[in-house]
């Protein structure tokens, strides 16, 4: 019965769950918040994700070491990320087609070398639960947020640091301004290739780090299609989040919520029409759409997002 969701135990249930279904999301969407506030958007995520869970999975399978793991998830992230900044600010290709090309090479690849080096589903022992002392014996509040694996403290913890270097820092600066106006900031002597270079790279090594987060510490498994659509989504919401890191973090903790729900509401078996569970299911591709309808027009993107920047001679 519909009942059972409202006992306490399945409310925590839902709640740390939806704390931990984030961690991707923050990820990756913060990531790809420093490249859009640059002026490069990047559709690629969802493949640079797939190629760093795979990195992730692979040497932490053969090396028994899951921080190796999560470096070979970065580096692979960071190269990604690299090859996108080349061809969206060297070779100013379109960057949405640039992107879609990231997305199908990084799920072809990543399916490939599953065939070749895996050829069959196998699990690792991935970041387990760091309880925080005495405040993970806190009642409620205890399993809900201070029993989560480190992947996830790193995911929330990345959010005031990216709100401190986005606009209390240099860099955070030139970022903002090369995103808005790249010519002016280029007369005042920020280089508009760096720092869209920089900013590319770095959100394709927090990609990577997404992925990692999937296969070594949420799921401890590596399979075709891994991500399921997680990095369409955490594109969107950046524009969900106003290109603010807060706003971002609001946005991942309202998708991981609904997607914690319906888990749970298949885990419990409760008795649901064949088209309601169906829809279920799609909740959150059906919230990306909707997140996209009403956020479109409210509000301002980055002025030169999208928009190649060429110095004039």
Known sequence: MISQLFTEVVLIGILTSGIRLATPYLFASIGEMFGQRSGVYNLGVEGIMLMGAFAAFYITLTTDNLWLGLLAAIVVGG???????????????????SGIGLYLFGLGMSELLFQKMLGTVETVSGFGPVNIPFLSDLPILGPVFFQQSVMTYLAYLLVPIAWYVLYRTTFGLKIRAVGENPAAADALGVSVKRTRYMTVTLGGM??????????????NVFQQNLTSGIGFIAVALVYFGGWRPYG????ALLFSMVNALQLWIQALNIPIPFDASELLIMLPYVL?????????????????????????S
């Open 79 to 97: 190269l990604m990320g690299l090859a996108m900044a080349v061809i969206s600010v060297t070779f100013q290709a379109e960057q949405g087609i």
């Open 206 to 219: 927090l990609a990577g780090v997404a992925g990692a987060s999937l296969s070594i510490a949420l799921l």
């Open 248 to 251: 971002v973090l609001f946005g």
């Open 288 to 312: 990306t759409i909707l997140v996209l309808m009403f956020s479109a027009g409210r509000v301002r993107k980055p002025s030169a997002l999208g928009v190649a920047y060429e110095r004039e």
